[in-house]
Antibody, heavy 122, light 108 residues
Framework: QVLLVESGGGAVQPGGSLRLSCAAS????????MHWVRQAPGKGLEWVAF????????HYVDSVKGRFTISRDESKNTLYVQMNNLRPEDTAVYYC???????????????WGQGTMVTVSS | DIQMTQSPSSLSASVGDRVTITCRAS??????LNWYQQKPGKAPKLLIY???SLQSGVPSRFSGSGSGTDFTLTISSLQPEDFATYYC??????????FGPGTKVDVK
């Protein structure tokens, strides 16, 4: 059974830091790219970051560039995102999602974790 | 960046109804369009990828069509478990992997 389990969420003051983790099981973690996607309360989905299976390609949404760092540890089958200088607008449920490709440009999120809530507030 | 829009933003329907949701891209994305379903408090679930391919395990009452800039998700006969919010997502020009704003389907 393919499973993703996020952890590390919580409440933090503006300017603070958090590291989220996503433990993967049931598939060959080293073979797949991984994403972080977030959802602010009552809002839609926003893709945040992507890391290729080998870590050789990393992308971020503009609003988190320079503040968030995505990484992965193959020995632990775990995806991370280090979030620094957090802002109130980063308040959201953060989901990790497994990447799947198709065609020349197709990328989708075929397995999602249950999400972890991050609240940035003074 | 490619912008995605969806219409309507919400709709009310009854069990058994045929439901159609439209997604439009700000520029051509070929067939690189995916659809997700999200229920309150739950993670999204992949329904359709590559505009019209049904994800394994998804009921055949869900279908997708379109290419270029205009896409459609159709539920042929709405079931009680289909009341949810539906999002489209493009992957033709990335990053970012852009989602539409969502369409909420609720009970009439």
């Amino acid at each position: 059974q393919v499973l993703l389990v996020e952890s590390g969420g919580g409440a933090v003051q503006p300017g603070g830091s958090l590291r989220l983790s996503c433990a993967a099981s049931g598939f060959t973690f080293s073979s797949y790219g991984m994403h972080w996607v977030r959802q602010a309360p009552g809002k839609g989905l926003e893709w945040v970051a992507f890391i290729r299976n080998d870590g050789g390609q990393i992308h971020y949404v503009d609003s988190v560039k320079g503040r968030f760092t995505i990484s992965r540890d193959e020995s632990k089958n775990t995806l991370y995102v280090q979030m620094n200088n957090l802002r109130p607008e980063d308040t959201a449920v953060y989901y990790c999602a497994k990447d799947r490709t198709y065609g020349d440009f197709g990328r989708l999120f075929d397995v999602w974790g249950q999400g972890t809530m991050v609240t940035v507030s003074s | 960046d490619i912008q995605m829009t969806q219409s309507p933003s919400s709709l009310s329907a009854s069990v058994g109804d045929r439901v159609t949701i439209t997604c439009r891209a700000s520029q051509t994305i070929s067939y690189y369009l995916n659809w997700y379903q999200q229920k309150p408090g739950k993670a999204p679930k992949l329904l359709i990828y590559a505009a019209s391919s049904l994800q394994s395990g998804v009921p055949s009452r869900f279908s997708g069509s379109g290419s270029g800039t205009d896409f459609t998700l159709t539920i042929s006969s709405l079931q009680p478990e289909d009341f949810a919010t539906y999002y489209c997502q493009q992957s033709y020009s990335t990053p970012p992997f852009t989602f539409g704003p969502g369409t909420k389907v609720d009970v009439k």
